[in-house]
């Protein structure tokens, strides 16, 4: 398990391309949270959890940010939907099943799941009073349901015992479109420095931070914004994090389809200008990091079909998004293609 904040970061890193304000936030929160628990077991200290909120388009990154956390952590991970919740006449139930799927996470150890991460996303769309007719109610009924919770309750389970959320970290996540709109409302007037020695990078932080009177006027109700007070926003990918995400983390697409087609005895090598070509088209779809998954298999596929019936093919190249890949037997296979090295190997 990884102490520091600083290790935490570093281990993001080897798997989450950019972010790194959000990154920074997300370690020195699980960071604190973890020092609160152990001086309130000592009982040096009256536990008040820190809950995290990140704000980012879809396909920036928070899910996998938050699943990549707890592997670093080493602690249990599921996550919720709170669309779902919103839509469920039983939303006590469905919390509960998303508990019990944490036990599960857990092995079963309850006591190892009350110390895990629940992520429950899309939580925007939970907006009280400016939506129309019971949706609006519904959202807000939903939040009410995870007040308890997140502020730390014990939860009678349909299977028997109960289950303490004291020490669940809860991380919500969400686009929030339109909360540029408020931010530039309720931040005109700012923070405003007194003294020589104030920094305008401090003064910017946090002028440029979401307050729970920003989220309230979102639509949150201020009881549940105010479970959420560490904020962390992240960004949109751009065409050059697309293509780093697409080469270089440890389970990189690149790695994955390169082992993929090693084990069938052939190496697969793609032009660095095809990365561009596939973040292009990523970005066209507007789902950010997600849609590079589809289009990479899409790209691939005629070749994973012919391959595992070629055993004489022994390298594929593809130059191109939008040209046919190139079969090469064992005699055929040249010199590295350029940029082969430097893609392939992971540096």
């Known amino acids: ?23 920074r936030q997300l370690a020195v929160a699980v960071f604190t949270h973890r020092q609160k628990l152990a ?20 396909g920036s990154g928070k899910t996998l940010l938050c699943e990549t956390l707890a592997r670093a952590l080493e602690v249990p991970f ?17 919390i509960e099943a998303i508990l019990l799927r944490l036990i599960d996470k857990a092995g079963g150890d309850i006591a190892r799941a009350q110390r895990g991460i629940l992520f429950i996303d899309e939580i925007d769309k939970l907006k009280a009073g400016g939506e129309e007719g019971a949706r609006g109610g519904r959202g807000e009924r939903v939040q009410h349901a995870l007040l308890k919770i ?6 009678k389970l349909p299977v028997g015992g109960h289950f303490d959320t004291t020490e669940t970290l809860f991380i919500c996540g969400g686009a929030f479109v339109g909360i540029e709109a408020i931010l530039a409302d309720t931040h005109a007037y700012g923070y405003i420095a007194t003294g020589a020695g104030e920094e305008q990078q ?71 200008q095809v990365f561009e070509e596939i973040a292009e088209l990523a970005i066209e779809y507007q789902a950010g990091a997600r849609a590079l998954r589809g289009i990479f298999e899409e790209m691939l596929t005629p070749a994973l079909y012919l391959v595992p019936d070629h055993p004489e093919v022994k390298r594929i190249e593809i130059d191109s998004l939008f040209e046919r890949p190139r079969y090469l037997r064992a005699s055929e296979s040249g010199p590295p293609h350029p940029g082969a090295g430097r893609t392939a190997s992971g540096s």
């Open 150 to 155: 997140m502020e730390g309750a014990p939860v």
């Open 1 to 23: 398990m990884l102490g520091t904040p600083s290790q935490i970061v570093a281990f993001l890193d080897r798997h989450v391309v950019g972010q790194e304000e959000a990154k």
């Open 202 to 272: 401090v003064l910017d932080r946090l002028n440029a931070r979401v307050k729970p009177t920003d989220l309230a006027r979102y639509g949150l109700i201020p009881e549940f914004a105010g479970r959420l007070p560490i904020v962390a926003r992240l960004q949109p990918l751009s065409k050059q994090m697309l293509v780093r995400i697409q080469t270089e983390p440890q389970n990189a697409l690149y790695k994955q389809f390169r082992a993929i087609f090693a084990s069938l005895g052939a190496e697969l090598v793609i032009a660095p």
């Open 78 to 94: 599921v996550t919720g939907n709170a669309t779902s919740l919103a839509q469920s006449q039983y939303v006590n139930e469905e």
């Open 39 to 58: 001086l309130a077991q000592e009982g040096r200290l009256a536990l008040e959890k820190s809950n995290v909120l990140l704000i980012g388009p879809t």
